[in-house]
């Protein structure tokens, strides 16, 4: 069994002259860098917002801040120019500003959300360069240059294929 608590914040029932002074301190949870990170999400976020008509801030509770979001990161798994760390980068800033606008994370109690972001993980992982698709043609045209009778080459179709050795 598990006890149910009601849901409060952080600001609820603080006294209004030490509104200031809890900023100042959740402001202080990010490293300088870790800020210029969050904004850069922030930056592609409200970008995406205002194509789409939105206000870039998800209230807490509000029911439709899973869909806009995984609208915002669909937009990102398709611009292939972006790998996956630097998408989960993005939504890392994004989430950490609507705590700092005194929101709740808009990803909590989102279903699913964790194997939605372990898929997008996987999508757009890449070692080192952007994602752009192999025409299959041009696939087929490599694995029938190759030379079956060569390790090497047989070597290089599997990984090609993606079978493991």
Wanted: proline share 5%; net charge negative; charged share 25%.
């Amino acid at each position: 069994l598990s006890l149910q608590y009601s849901q409060t914040t952080l600001y609820e029932g603080l006294p209004p002259h030490r509104e200031q002074r809890l900023d100042e301190v959740m402001d202080n949870r990010l490293a300088v860098s870790s800020r210029g990170k969050m904004m850069s999400g922030v930056k592609r976020w409200t970008a995406h917002c205002e194509e789409e008509g939105w206000e870039p801030l998800l209230p807490s509770g509000a029911s439709y801040r899973g869909g806009r979001l995984v609208d915002w990161i669909l937009s990102m798994v398709d611009d292939t120019s972006l790998k996956g760390q630097s998408i989960a980068s993005y939504v890392w800033g994004v989430r950490a500003w609507h705590v700092l606008q005194h929101q709740d994370d808009p990803a909590y109690g989102v279903h699913s959300w964790r194997e939605f972001m372990h898929s997008v993980a996987v999508l757009a992982s890449e070692p080192g360069e952007p994602r752009e698709e192999l025409p299959f043609g041009d696939f087929c045209m490599i694995l029938e240059e190759l030379d079956w009778d060569s390790f090497e080459d047989v070597q290089f179709g599997l990984v090609c294929l993606g079978i493991p050795r």
